[in-house]
Protein backbone atom coordinates (compact mmCIF):
# COMPACT_ATOMS: atom_id res chain seq x y z
CA UNK A 1 0.00 0.00 0.00
CA UNK A 2 1.11 3.46 -0.74
CA UNK A 3 1.98 6.15 1.72
CA UNK A 4 -0.37 9.14 2.24
CA UNK A 5 2.42 11.12 1.05
CA UNK A 6 6.00 10.12 -0.59
CA UNK A 7 8.47 12.40 -1.12
CA UNK A 8 11.53 10.51 -3.02
CA UNK A 9 14.86 11.39 -3.66
CA UNK A 10 13.12 15.24 -4.39
CA UNK A 11 15.60 18.29 -5.78
CA UNK A 12 14.48 21.97 -6.05
CA UNK A 13 16.91 24.50 -7.61
CA UNK A 14 17.10 27.99 -8.03
CA UNK A 15 18.38 29.50 -10.96
CA UNK A 16 19.67 33.14 -11.02
CA UNK A 17 23.03 34.23 -11.63
CA UNK A 18 23.68 31.43 -9.07
CA UNK A 19 22.20 27.90 -8.97
CA UNK A 20 21.12 27.40 -5.38
CA UNK A 21 20.17 23.92 -4.84
CA UNK A 22 17.29 24.29 -1.60
CA UNK A 23 16.25 20.61 -1.65
CA UNK A 24 19.16 17.94 -2.28
CA UNK A 25 17.34 14.69 -2.74
CA UNK A 26 15.32 14.77 -0.28
CA UNK A 27 13.04 11.50 1.00
CA UNK A 28 10.54 11.48 3.33
CA UNK A 29 6.81 9.82 4.15
CA UNK A 30 3.80 10.55 5.91
CA UNK A 31 1.14 8.23 6.87
CA UNK A 32 -2.75 8.72 7.79
CA UNK A 33 -2.88 9.95 11.22
CA UNK A 34 0.72 11.00 11.56
CA UNK A 35 2.38 14.21 12.83
CA UNK A 36 5.87 14.53 10.78
CA UNK A 37 7.76 17.30 11.70
CA UNK A 38 10.93 19.31 9.63
CA UNK A 39 13.35 21.04 11.57
CA UNK A 40 16.07 23.17 10.89
CA UNK A 41 17.42 26.69 10.91
CA UNK A 42 16.70 29.75 8.36
CA UNK A 43 17.62 28.72 4.62
CA UNK A 44 17.63 25.15 5.20
CA UNK A 45 15.05 24.07 2.39
CA UNK A 46 11.98 24.08 4.71
CA UNK A 47 9.97 26.31 2.56
CA UNK A 48 11.08 25.38 -0.61
CA UNK A 49 10.54 21.35 0.26
CA UNK A 50 6.49 22.59 1.93
CA UNK A 51 6.28 24.40 -1.65
CA UNK A 52 7.13 21.44 -3.63
CA UNK A 53 5.32 19.44 -2.16
CA UNK A 54 1.66 21.20 -2.24
CA UNK A 55 2.68 21.40 -6.02
CA UNK A 56 3.90 25.46 -6.11
CA UNK A 57 7.35 24.52 -6.68
CA UNK A 58 8.61 22.00 -9.76
CA UNK A 59 10.71 19.76 -8.53
CA UNK A 60 14.15 19.56 -10.39
CA UNK A 61 14.05 15.96 -10.46
CA UNK A 62 12.49 13.57 -8.21
CA UNK A 63 8.47 13.09 -7.04
CA UNK A 64 6.44 14.07 -4.81
CA UNK A 65 3.05 11.59 -4.91
CA UNK A 66 -0.06 11.73 -2.84
CA UNK A 67 -1.88 8.67 -2.60
CA UNK A 68 0.67 7.09 -5.39
CA UNK A 69 -0.59 10.15 -7.69
CA UNK A 70 1.87 12.22 -8.88
CA UNK A 71 1.25 16.08 -7.03
CA UNK A 72 0.62 18.64 -9.86
CA UNK A 73 2.05 21.78 -10.24
CA UNK A 74 -0.59 24.36 -10.08
CA UNK A 75 -0.45 28.36 -8.78
CA UNK A 76 -1.67 28.82 -5.51
CA UNK A 77 -5.53 29.49 -6.84
CA UNK A 78 -5.65 27.09 -9.41
CA UNK A 79 -4.55 24.77 -6.90
CA UNK A 80 -7.30 25.76 -4.44
CA UNK A 81 -9.96 24.63 -6.85
CA UNK A 82 -8.63 21.95 -7.88
CA UNK A 83 -6.26 19.96 -5.62
CA UNK A 84 -7.86 20.50 -2.52
CA UNK A 85 -6.74 17.01 -0.57
CA UNK A 86 -3.59 18.87 0.31
CA UNK A 87 -3.55 22.33 2.10
CA UNK A 88 -1.14 24.41 3.10
CA UNK A 89 -0.98 27.09 6.08
CA UNK A 90 1.78 29.63 5.55
CA UNK A 91 4.31 31.19 8.37
CA UNK A 92 3.20 34.49 6.85
CA UNK A 93 -1.65 34.57 7.47
CA UNK A 94 -1.58 37.24 4.54
CA UNK A 95 -0.53 34.48 2.02
CA UNK A 96 -3.27 32.70 2.76
CA UNK A 97 -5.97 35.27 3.56
CA UNK A 98 -7.84 37.16 0.98
CA UNK A 99 -7.76 41.13 2.27
CA UNK A 100 -10.74 41.40 0.94
CA UNK A 101 -13.10 38.61 1.92
CA UNK A 102 -14.51 38.73 5.64
CA UNK A 103 -13.43 35.95 7.48
CA UNK A 104 -16.72 33.82 7.85
CA UNK A 105 -16.76 33.47 3.72
CA UNK A 106 -13.28 32.32 3.90
CA UNK A 107 -13.53 29.88 6.29
CA UNK A 108 -17.02 29.23 3.97
CA UNK A 109 -14.66 28.56 1.12
CA UNK A 110 -13.21 25.97 2.81
CA UNK A 111 -16.01 24.43 4.17
CA UNK A 112 -17.37 24.24 0.26
CA UNK A 113 -13.65 22.90 -0.83
CA UNK A 114 -14.93 19.63 1.82
CA UNK A 115 -18.27 19.64 0.33
CA UNK A 116 -17.45 18.89 -2.91
CA UNK A 117 -14.92 16.21 -2.05
CA UNK A 118 -17.98 14.99 -0.44
CA UNK A 119 -17.00 15.35 3.18
CA UNK A 120 -19.06 16.51 5.86
CA UNK A 121 -19.92 19.90 5.71
CA UNK A 122 -20.01 22.47 9.10
CA UNK A 123 -20.31 26.38 9.66
CA UNK A 124 -17.62 28.84 10.16
CA UNK A 125 -18.66 29.97 13.60
CA UNK A 126 -17.89 26.08 14.64
CA UNK A 127 -14.24 26.40 13.02
CA UNK A 128 -13.66 29.93 14.96
CA UNK A 129 -14.29 28.42 18.07
CA UNK A 130 -12.08 25.98 17.19
CA UNK A 131 -9.11 27.99 17.15
CA UNK A 132 -10.08 29.71 19.92
CA UNK A 133 -11.33 32.84 18.41
CA UNK A 134 -15.00 34.30 19.16
CA UNK A 135 -17.74 33.67 17.02
CA UNK A 136 -18.32 37.17 16.26
CA UNK A 137 -15.34 37.57 14.12
CA UNK A 138 -17.32 36.10 11.45
CA UNK A 139 -17.94 39.24 10.07
CA UNK A 140 -14.78 40.98 10.57
CA UNK A 141 -12.25 41.50 7.36
CA UNK A 142 -8.12 40.68 7.97
CA UNK A 143 -7.40 43.67 8.61
CA UNK A 144 -9.17 43.98 11.77
CA UNK A 145 -7.46 41.59 13.43
CA UNK A 146 -4.34 40.93 14.97
CA UNK A 147 -1.43 39.13 13.06
CA UNK A 148 -2.05 35.61 15.33
CA UNK A 149 -5.66 35.80 14.91
CA UNK A 150 -5.43 36.12 11.50
CA UNK A 151 -3.21 33.22 11.35
CA UNK A 152 -5.77 30.91 13.67
CA UNK A 153 -8.21 31.76 10.52
CA UNK A 154 -6.06 30.73 8.21
CA UNK A 155 -5.41 27.28 10.56
CA UNK A 156 -9.29 27.34 10.28
CA UNK A 157 -9.81 27.84 6.92
CA UNK A 158 -7.31 25.36 5.58
CA UNK A 159 -8.27 22.50 8.47
CA UNK A 160 -12.52 23.18 7.13
CA UNK A 161 -11.29 21.48 4.01
CA UNK A 162 -10.60 18.79 5.52
CA UNK A 163 -7.31 17.72 3.70
CA UNK A 164 -5.94 14.52 3.96
CA UNK A 165 -2.31 16.32 4.27
CA UNK A 166 -2.09 19.45 6.17
CA UNK A 167 1.51 21.08 5.28
CA UNK A 168 2.05 23.55 8.14
CA UNK A 169 5.15 26.06 7.01
CA UNK A 170 6.73 27.50 10.47
CA UNK A 171 2.14 28.06 11.77
CA UNK A 172 2.87 29.34 15.07
CA UNK A 173 5.60 31.81 14.35
CA UNK A 174 2.93 34.60 13.97
CA UNK A 175 1.17 33.85 17.44
CA UNK A 176 2.46 35.09 20.64
CA UNK A 177 4.33 33.14 22.83
CA UNK A 178 2.08 31.89 25.26
CA UNK A 179 -0.37 30.38 22.65
CA UNK A 180 2.36 28.34 20.60
CA UNK A 181 1.97 25.72 21.97
CA UNK A 182 -1.72 25.31 22.55
CA UNK A 183 -2.25 26.00 18.85
CA UNK A 184 0.10 23.73 17.57
CA UNK A 185 -1.51 20.50 19.77
CA UNK A 186 -4.63 22.28 18.57
CA UNK A 187 -3.29 21.63 14.74
CA UNK A 188 -2.33 18.06 15.84
CA UNK A 189 -5.63 17.25 17.29
CA UNK A 190 -7.76 18.57 14.21
CA UNK A 191 -5.57 16.83 11.99
CA UNK A 192 -5.84 13.76 13.48
CA UNK A 193 -9.44 13.21 14.61
CA UNK A 194 -9.77 13.93 10.51
CA UNK A 195 -7.32 11.02 10.17
CA UNK A 196 -4.86 13.51 8.08
CA UNK A 197 -1.26 13.70 8.05
CA UNK A 198 0.25 16.96 9.29
CA UNK A 199 3.84 17.69 8.05
CA UNK A 200 4.54 20.01 10.34
CA UNK A 201 7.41 22.77 9.96
CA UNK A 202 9.29 24.68 12.35
CA UNK A 203 12.04 26.03 13.81
CA UNK A 204 11.09 25.56 17.83
CA UNK A 205 11.99 21.69 18.59
CA UNK A 206 10.61 22.56 22.38
CA UNK A 207 7.19 22.21 20.72
CA UNK A 208 7.93 20.03 18.05
CA UNK A 209 8.78 17.46 20.72
CA UNK A 210 5.44 18.36 22.05
CA UNK A 211 3.02 17.03 19.04
CA UNK A 212 5.58 15.30 16.24
CA UNK A 213 5.52 11.70 16.57
CA UNK A 214 8.43 11.99 13.95
CA UNK A 215 11.02 14.18 13.40
CA UNK A 216 12.92 15.16 10.26
CA UNK A 217 16.13 17.52 10.45
CA UNK A 218 17.23 19.40 7.68
CA UNK A 219 20.35 21.07 6.79
CA UNK A 220 21.72 22.67 3.97
CA UNK A 221 18.93 21.04 2.14
CA UNK A 222 19.76 17.91 2.87
CA UNK A 223 18.04 15.30 5.86
CA UNK A 224 20.76 14.45 8.48
CA UNK A 225 19.08 12.93 11.46
CA UNK A 226 15.01 11.26 11.07
CA UNK A 227 13.78 9.05 13.36
CA UNK A 228 10.84 8.98 16.07
CA UNK A 229 10.63 12.66 17.69
CA UNK A 230 11.26 10.96 21.38
CA UNK A 231 14.75 8.81 20.34
CA UNK A 232 16.08 12.45 18.60
CA UNK A 233 15.16 14.52 21.00
CA UNK A 234 16.67 11.76 24.04
CA UNK A 235 19.64 10.29 21.61
CA UNK A 236 20.23 12.67 19.18
CA UNK A 237 23.00 10.99 16.93
CA UNK A 238 24.01 13.86 14.13
CA UNK A 239 26.49 16.52 15.39
CA UNK A 240 23.90 19.10 13.82
CA UNK A 241 20.99 17.71 15.62
CA UNK A 242 23.04 18.01 18.71
CA UNK A 243 23.94 21.55 18.35
CA UNK A 244 20.26 22.56 17.59
CA UNK A 245 18.89 20.93 20.72
CA UNK A 246 21.43 22.20 22.87
CA UNK A 247 20.59 25.81 22.18
CA UNK A 248 17.15 25.59 23.63
CA UNK A 249 17.00 26.81 26.98
CA UNK A 250 15.86 25.50 29.82
CA UNK A 251 13.86 27.64 32.44
CA UNK A 252 17.12 27.38 34.81
CA UNK A 253 18.93 28.83 31.58
CA UNK A 254 21.05 25.92 30.48
CA UNK A 255 21.01 23.64 27.53
CA UNK A 256 18.67 20.77 27.46
CA UNK A 257 21.89 19.39 26.90
CA UNK A 258 24.66 19.43 29.59
CA UNK A 259 27.04 18.77 27.40
CA UNK A 260 27.77 21.13 24.75
CA UNK A 261 28.58 19.25 21.64
CA UNK A 262 30.27 22.21 19.76
CA UNK A 263 33.53 21.08 21.01
CA UNK A 264 33.51 17.83 19.46
CA UNK A 265 31.65 18.49 16.53
CA UNK A 266 33.60 18.88 13.39
CA UNK A 267 34.40 21.90 12.04
CA UNK A 268 31.51 21.92 9.49
CA UNK A 269 28.62 21.36 12.47
CA UNK A 270 30.59 23.97 14.80
CA UNK A 271 29.89 26.45 12.17
CA UNK A 272 26.35 26.06 11.87
CA UNK A 273 25.94 26.46 15.55
CA UNK A 274 25.45 30.50 15.74
CA UNK A 275 22.88 30.32 13.34
CA UNK A 276 21.51 27.05 15.03
CA UNK A 277 21.24 29.57 18.57
CA UNK A 278 19.84 32.59 16.14
CA UNK A 279 16.64 30.35 15.40
CA UNK A 280 15.89 28.59 18.73
N1 LIG B 1 12.77 32.03 -5.15
C1 LIG B 1 14.04 31.81 -4.82
N2 LIG B 1 15.05 32.16 -5.66
C2 LIG B 1 16.33 31.91 -5.34
N3 LIG B 1 16.73 31.33 -4.18
C3 LIG B 1 15.78 30.98 -3.30
C4 LIG B 1 14.38 31.21 -3.57
N4 LIG B 1 13.67 30.75 -2.52
C5 LIG B 1 14.57 30.25 -1.64
N5 LIG B 1 15.83 30.40 -2.11
C6 LIG B 1 17.08 29.97 -1.45
O1 LIG B 1 16.93 28.57 -1.19
C7 LIG B 1 17.48 28.25 0.08
C8 LIG B 1 16.41 27.61 0.94
O2 LIG B 1 15.40 28.59 1.21
P1 LIG B 1 14.06 28.22 2.00
O3 LIG B 1 13.21 29.44 2.05
O4 LIG B 1 13.48 27.01 1.40
O5 LIG B 1 14.64 27.89 3.46
P2 LIG B 1 13.87 27.80 4.86
O6 LIG B 1 14.54 26.71 5.63
O7 LIG B 1 12.42 27.68 4.65
O8 LIG B 1 14.20 29.21 5.53
P3 LIG B 1 13.25 30.06 6.55
O9 LIG B 1 13.11 29.25 7.80
O10 LIG B 1 14.05 31.32 6.76
O11 LIG B 1 11.96 30.32 5.85
C9 LIG B 1 18.04 29.54 0.66
O12 LIG B 1 19.42 29.60 0.33
C10 LIG B 1 17.28 30.61 -0.09
O13 LIG B 1 18.04 31.79 -0.18
Known amino acids: MSALLQVSDLVVEYHG ?11 LSIEPGEVLALVGESGCGKSSLARAVVGMEKPRSGSVRYRGTTVPLLGVRRREKRFTSIQMVFQDPNSSLNPRVKVGQQISEGITTALVRGEAGSVPEEWLERVGLPTSMVGRYPYELSGGQRQRVAIA ?3 AARPDVLVADEPISALDASSQ ?5 MMRRLALDAGAGLLFISHDLAIVRLIADRTVVMYRGRIVESGVSERIWSDPMHPYTRALLSAIPEPDGRGVLPAAPAAEAPLEWRSALPHALDRV
Open 17 to 27: AQVVRAVDEVS
Open 157 to 159: RAL
Open 181 to 185: ASVAD
